[in-house]
């Protein structure tokens, strides 16, 4: 019997955003790469600029280990210019805003990025407004080949839930997974 939440955006532990599926049910087949997380294809806008305004070395990964350090431990911030800092901490607030113990490395940053980018599709953003809203909002960008691969892969592990609640007899987890999915087409 299927356990998985499918409202709002908890599908997401359904199609293994922080939540283990059973062994092999997303392994890629043996012809295919593997899938990397879109998280790890977002990245820092004017990586060098930022660097040179902290006088150190960060990873062009938002994502990245190191990154995250930087933005939540905050050390040199003020070495910023006012705009850039302002995004930064927006940054910082909307998505490091976390009590775990091995914050910013707990997964969270990540699943709340992620939940971003499907609610900026759910108001209609095509993948090239995406990356432009991301860019003004926080000084991240993605290439539009990668969010419409992202949300095409969502749609799909949708597409999967549904037909499997419906197998199951879970019809209201099917309608639910189906309205999540026609809200990100």
């Known amino acids: 019997m299927l356990r998985f939440p499918v409202a709002g955006h908890q599908w997401m532990a359904a199609c293994g955003i922080g939540a283990p599926l059973p062994r092999g049910f997303c392994s890629p087949a043996s012809n295919e790469r593997p899938r990397v997380a879109i998280t790890d294809k977002i ?3 004017n990586h060098r600029q930022l660097a040179s305004q902290l006088e150190t070395n960060i990873p062009k990964g938002a994502f990245s280990g190191a990154t995250l350090d930087l933005l939540f431990q905050g050390e040199n911030l003020g070495k910023l210019d006012d705009a850039t800092r302002d995004r930064v901490l927006d940054f910082a607030e909307d998505f490091l805003d976390c009590d775990c113990e091995g914050a910013p490395h707990c997964g969270h940053p990540e699943r709340k990025f ?3 980018l499907l609610e900026l599709r759910e ?3 095509g993948p090239q407004a995406m990356v432009d809203v991301m860019s003004d909002e926080y000084m991240v ?14 749609i799909r592990q ?3 839930i549904e037909t499997l609640a419906d197998v199951d007899g879970q019809h209201e987890m099917a309608d639910r997974a189906r309205e999540s999915r026609k809200r990100l087409r």
């Not at 960008?141 to 969502?154: E, H, K, Q, T, V």
């Open 158 to 160: 949708l597409e999967a």
């Open 43 to 45: 990245y820092v806008k």
């Open 114 to 116: 992620v939940a971003y």
């Open 123 to 125: 108001t209609g953003l």
């Open 141 to 154: 960008y993605a290439y539009p080949g990668d969010i419409r691969s992202f949300l095409d892969d969502s």
